[in-house]
């Protein structure tokens, strides 16, 4: 949500400056005519374009969040406690965006205001928990909370990258020698055939059409990816396109559960932060909605958020044909029921990351095999169109 600094005079005529959260700037002003309060100066809060783009190491935020959080929780006042972890760290990133947040903080602007202007570290979702924990007055838990989640989430990622290294080097390695193959050997093999003015059996024909396509037809493949490339990054900004491409990755097997139960715990890790820092459940749902990473479930959690509205509980807001796992269900009625909501959303939490671990551990031990199948498959018949042409003109020469 944008912020504005806003400076204006109460109904006593005592000037105040301060920071304010908004959907735009007629709903700040509608807000502060509602609080009696005469708007001198309003301008909105530009975050600084190096700032913006600013980056942290998973593992480092995750430090700091850490004694951050150890500090306010000795009783240390927030801003001190970020000038302090400031002047303990060596120059760099971490040292510039603490040095910039307390700078903003001591004039004034909210912690989470503060977070925002840096915006590759603290995404809206980490923002949102902060601003939670700073208005409910509960910013240690929030701290913590934040750094356990960030924690599981690298840890999940780092998962997924090292099963990925083998299979991405195999397929690589394949399609570099595919490459090779079709671009510098393929046309010495089709001279030397037709010098020979031998039958080509089909396969070796479609090979020699392949490798001159290839050859002289790169840089029409080469846009045809570029263009590819952006209707898919055009599609994902696209609520339509976005919802049917969600839609269709859902139905695919082992794929589409595996993205299923990383977006529920996805979904159930920022509601479980949001709820136990105080943030009601209205805002926790929305922002949840938003932060799901799956436009099908997103939009179950937008109808929910409408029946809880009304007066009905969570899990009975769901749409009856909800894409969320069977599980989820029964887990909120029971939070619900016993006013454990974030205890329920813990364990959708970690029941679906971990079921989620299985199936991509599942999902990449499949991969192995059918990526080397495949490719095996592609160089033997690579292979294949070479020897055949030359055993057919071997056996015209012993028939003479």
């Known amino acids: 949500m944008p912020a504005f600094s806003v400076i204006t005079l109460d109904a006593f005529g005592h000037r105040r400056v301060g920071y304010h959260d908004a959907p735009d700037l007629a709903a700040l002003r509608a807000r502060l005519r509602a609080e009696s309060r005469w708007v001198v100066h309003i301008r909105p809060v530009r975050p600084d374009r190096a700032h913006a783009r600013l980056t942290l190491r998973p593992r480092e935020l995750i430090a700091l969040l850490h004694q951050w959080e150890l500090q306010v929780r000795a009783g240390v006042t927030a801003d001190a406690a970020l000038a302090q972890l400031a002047a303990d760290l060596p120059p760099g990133p971490a040292r510039t965006m603490l040095t910039a947040i307390h700078a903003q903080v001591a004039q004034g602007a909210p912690i989470h205001v503060a977070c925002r202007t840096f915006e590759k570290v603290f995404p809206p979702d980490l923002a949102a928990v902060i601003a939670a924990g700073e208005t409910s007055a509960r910013l240690p838990e929030a701290l913590r909370a934040l750094a356990a989640h960030l924690a599981s989430t690298d840890d999940l990622k780092r998962t997924a990258r090292r099963a990925l290294i083998y299979p991405s080097v195999v397929f690589g390695a394949t399609v ?191 991969l192995e095999p059918v990526v080397l199948t495949a490719l095996t498959a592609i160089v033997g018949a690579i292979a294949l169109s070479f020897f055949l042409p030359l055993f057919a003109l071997l056996g015209g020469v012993n028939a003479r």
């Open 176 to 366: 570099g020698l595919i490459g090779f193959l079709l671009g510098g050997v393929v046309p010495r093999f089709a001279e030397i055939f037709a010098s020979l003015q031998v039958a080509l059996p089909p396969l070796t024909v479609a090979l020699i059409r392949a490798s001159e396509a290839l050859r002289h037809g790169w840089p029409w493949l080469a846009g045809l990816t570029v263009l590819t490339l952006g209707g898919l990054r055009t599609a994902a900004h696209t609520p339509r396109l976005r919802y049917a491409r969600d839609w269709a990755l859902l139905r695919l097997p082992v794929i589409g559960e595996t993205l299923r139960c990383l977006a529920t715990a996805r979904f159930a890790a920022h509601m479980r932060l949001m709820h136990e820092a105080g943030l009601p459940l209205l805002p926790a749902l929305a922002t949840g909605a938003e932060l799901t990473g799956n436009a099908v479930l997103a939009r179950n959690l937008v109808a929910a958020g409408q029946g809880v509205a009304a007066g009905q509980s969570l899990c009975g807001a769901l749409p009856a044909q909800h894409a969320f796992p069977g599980f989820v269900v029964p887990a909120l009625r029971a939070g619900e029921t016993t006013g454990q909501l974030g205890a329920a959303l813990r364990h959708i939490e970690d029941y679906a990351a971990g079921r989620a671990r299985e199936r991509l551990a599942t999902a990449l031990a499949c």
